[in-house]
């Protein structure tokens, strides 16, 4: 799978201060750094280090990753939104690849 | 059976061997759990970490942490050849602190979760995951 390839589920509508769940997978092999190859070399580490979840700037989670989340990170968590606008899901390669989403909600 | 000096040596140093493996990595527990709350006392309680009890594949353990009126929390893998899992931080536009993701586990171990509450105070609570195919390495 090709790493990098993020998917979001928020929902489309909301009410004004109603929970929401937000759920997010990236594809990404999340390299650890603990493996070998064939010949017994160790694999360099290479992971997502960090991901962030942003509505209308400002910032619902923030989680910092080490080797021990799995291959192609999920996060589910709730939130509540104020007023109309767009959540930014931003996810920072080891490698200095930055993957971003974004999904815009309306509130009636 | 009598034991010669250097045998008596070599065996002493075996034992103290054996005695500092567990300790090592227990202590980069304490020093994750100590460079994360700067030494301040944590006490027991008001966080939750949901784990399956038994987990088939250390791959993907599926977690679930939650810690009313956290600002953060912590998650260690005691067990992990570096017991760093990660760290939530919540902003204000979450109506519970709480979130869900999968981690990896080398082995049967201990899940430690560290919440810094909103006062600056800390709490912790740990749950034991029995893992029958490690994820680490391999």
Same mark, same amino acid.
């Given at each position: 799978?090709?790493?990098?390839?993020? @998917?979001?589920?928020?929902?489309?509508?909301?009410?004004?201060?109603?929970?929401?769940?937000?759920?997010?997978?990236?594809?990404?092999?999340?390299?650890?750094?603990? @493996?070998?190859?064939?010949?017994?070399?160790?694999?360099? @580490?290479?992971?997502?280090?960090?991901?962030?979840?942003?509505?209308?700037?400002?910032?619902?989670?923030?989680?910092?990753?080490?080797?021990?989340?799995?291959?192609?990170?999920?996060?589910?968590?709730?939130?509540?939104?104020?007023?109309?606008?767009?959540?930014?899901?931003?996810?920072?390669?080891?490698?200095?690849?930055?993957?971003?989403?974004?999904?815009?909600?309306?509130?009636? | 059976?009598?034991?010669?000096?250097?045998?008596?040596?070599?065996?002493?140093?075996?034992?103290?061997?054996?005695?500092?493996?567990?300790?090592?990595?227990?202590?980069?527990?304490?020093? =994750?759990?100590? =460079?994360?709350?700067?030494?301040?006392?944590?006490?027991?309680?008001?966080?939750?970490?949901? =784990?399956? $009890?038994?987990? $088939?594949?250390?791959?993907?353990?599926?977690?679930?942490?939650?810690?009313?009126?956290?600002?953060?929390?912590?998650?260690?893998?005691?067990?992990?050849?570096?017991?760093?899992?990660?760290?939530?931080?919540?902003?204000?536009?979450?109506? #519970?602190?709480? =979130?869900?993701? #999968?981690?990896?586990?080398?082995?049967?171990?201990?899940?430690?979760?560290?919440?810094?509450?909103?006062?600056?105070?800390?709490?912790?609570?740990? #749950?034991?995951?029995?893992?029958?195919?490690?994820?680490?390495?391999?």
């Amino acid at each position: 799978m090709a790493d990098g390839k993020p @998917r979001v589920r928020v929902p489309k509508t909301a009410s004004a201060g109603e929970q929401i769940t937000i759920k997010t997978l990236i594809s990404h092999k999340m390299e650890s750094g603990q @493996r070998k190859d064939g010949d017994g070399n160790p694999i360099p @580490r290479q992971i997502i280090n960090r991901f962030t979840a942003e509505f209308n700037g400002e910032v619902v989670i923030d989680v910092t990753m080490e080797p021990a989340i799995s291959t192609n990170p999920y996060f589910e968590f709730d939130a509540v939104v104020p007023e109309s606008g767009e959540f930014v899901f931003t996810w920072y390669d080891d490698n200095g690849d930055v993957y971003t989403t974004s999904s815009p909600i309306t509130v009636s | 059976m009598t034991l010669s000096r250097r045998e008596t040596l070599v065996l002493g140093l075996g034992a103290a061997v054996a005695v500092m493996m567990p300790l090592g990595a227990h202590a980069a527990v304490e020093d =994750a759990i100590a =460079a994360f709350t700067g030494g301040a006392d944590v006490s027991e309680g008001g966080v939750t970490l949901t =784990a399956p $009890e038994i987990a $088939e594949n250390g791959n993907t353990v599926p977690i679930s942490v939650s810690a009313p009126g956290a600002v953060s929390i912590m998650i260690l893998a005691a067990g992990n050849p570096n017991p760093d899992v990660g760290t939530f931080n919540f902003g204000p536009l979450m109506p #519970r602190q709480e =979130a869900s993701t #999968r981690v990896r586990l080398a082995g049967t171990q201990d899940l430690i979760a560290v919440a810094k509450m909103s006062d600056g105070s800390f709490v912790q609570t740990s #749950r034991e995951v029995k893992v029958t195919i490690g994820g680490c390495g391999g």
